[in-house]
């Protein structure tokens, strides 16, 4: 049974670092590609970053480029995300998902993806 589980949120001043982390178990998670969500409060759910299959590729929106950095360690079945200069807006539900197929870094649609961890909280203070 694929499981993912994202840690690493928290309470954070602005323009502060968190460092998320998803952890994949069930499935062979170096042939899949990867990507991060967030939903912020009474928002919808949104695509934050996408990784492929060995992190050869990756993708950004535009409101992070620059600030959060997406990354995977094959060996340790671990998917990172790197959020640095935070802004209160980034303030959200973080989300891991796993898509179908090994490529796709910009897939943004949550159909896109196949599985889904149940997310850590990042709040940033003002």
């Known amino acids: 049974q694929v499981q993912l589980v994202e840690s690493g949120g928290g309470l954070v001043q602005a323009g502060g670092s968190l460092r998320l982390s998803c952890v994949a178990s069930g499935h062979s998670f170096s042939n899949y590609a990867m990507g991060w969500f967030r939903r912020a409060p009474g928002k919808e759910r949104e695509f934050v970053a996408g990784?492929?299959?060995?992190?050869?590729?990756?993708y950004y929106i535009d409101s992070v480029k620059g600030r959060f950095t997406i990354s995977r360690d094959n060996t340790k079945s671990t998917m990172y995300l790197q959020l640095n200069s935070l802004k209160p807006e980034d303030t959200a539900i973080y989300y891991c998902a796993r898509r179908p197929v090994a490529n796709g870094s910009s897939a943004s649609a949550p159909s896109d993806y196949a599985y889904w961890g149940k997310g850590t909280l990042v709040t940033v203070s003002s």
């Open positions: 990784i492929n299959w060995n992190g050869g590729s990756t």
